[in-house]
């Protein structure tokens, strides 16, 4: 009788959604072109079977890709337009 207790308890339990926080990696990038400024922000949404350190992880990278393309974008502007241009991105996991 206990057995077949603990098996209805596991199925229920089983059943049940997960209560697992779904992460949310949101980045900033700041142009600035000669003196004036421009914000873009992107956010992406992470799988609620990831943890919090893999989305961490993950937010990470993808700081390092987005500084990495905004700040070679910001040299191919300069390189065109002669006007000094800089890019900077943030990314913080919410």
Known sequence: ????????????????PSCKKQYTCECTT????????????TGDTYSEKMKEKQADAA??????????????????????SGETTTATTTCKLK
């Open 30 to 41: 700041m142009y600035s072109i000669s003196g004036q400024s421009s914000t873009e922000t």
């Open 59 to 80: 937010c990470d990278e993808t700081e390092a890709k987005l500084s990495k393309a905004s700040k070679d974008h910001a040299a191919d502007v300069e390189y065109f």
């Open 1 to 16: 009788m206990k057995i077949k207790s603990i098996v209805a308890v596991l199925l229920i339990a089983s059943s049940l």
